[in-house]
């Protein structure tokens, strides 16, 4: 069953936020995943939440969504991450 990683990223330091996304896609293909949203127009259809850059991965499972967040090789990437934007980050199982 696929897994999904939905993050809702408002960056406050692009030029630092750069790196990371120079180099997180090889991590992503890593461990079988794809982007199937990068950053497009959004639009809130109903309630109140307002995003502001969306990013979607897929992944084959769960599993090899977790090793992902896990790897030791993400790591400083994520703490690039943490370091230059605020960040939801959701891990949800498909179909």
Request: proline residues 5%; glycine residues 8%; contains cysteine.
């Given at each position: 069953?696929s897994?999904?990683?939905?993050?809702?990223?408002?960056?406050?330091?692009?030029?630092?936020?750069?790196?990371?996304?120079?180099?997180?896609?090889?991590?992503?293909?890593?461990?079988?995943?794809?982007?199937?949203?990068?950053?497009?127009?959004?639009?809130?259809?109903?309630?109140?939440?307002?995003?502001?850059r969306?990013?979607?991965?897929?992944?084959?499972?769960?599993?090899?969504?977790?090793?992902?967040?896990?790897?030791?090789?993400?790591?400083?990437?994520?703490?690039?991450?943490?370091?230059?934007?605020?960040?939801?980050?959701?891990?949800?199982?498909?179909?």
């Open positions: 069953m897994a999904f990683v939905l993050a809702d990223i408002e960056i406050h330091d692009p030029a630092g936020y750069r790196e990371y996304i120079e180099k997180v896609p090889d991590l992503v293909a890593k461990h079988g995943g794809v982007y199937r949203a990068r950053g497009g127009g959004h639009t809130c259809l109903e309630g109140d939440w307002e995003p502001k969306l990013v979607l991965l897929e992944f084959p499972d769960r599993s090899n969504a977790e090793a992902f967040y896990d790897d030791p090789d993400y790591q400083s990437l994520k703490q690039i991450r943490q370091n230059t934007t605020k960040t939801n980050l959701v891990l949800f199982d498909g179909l």
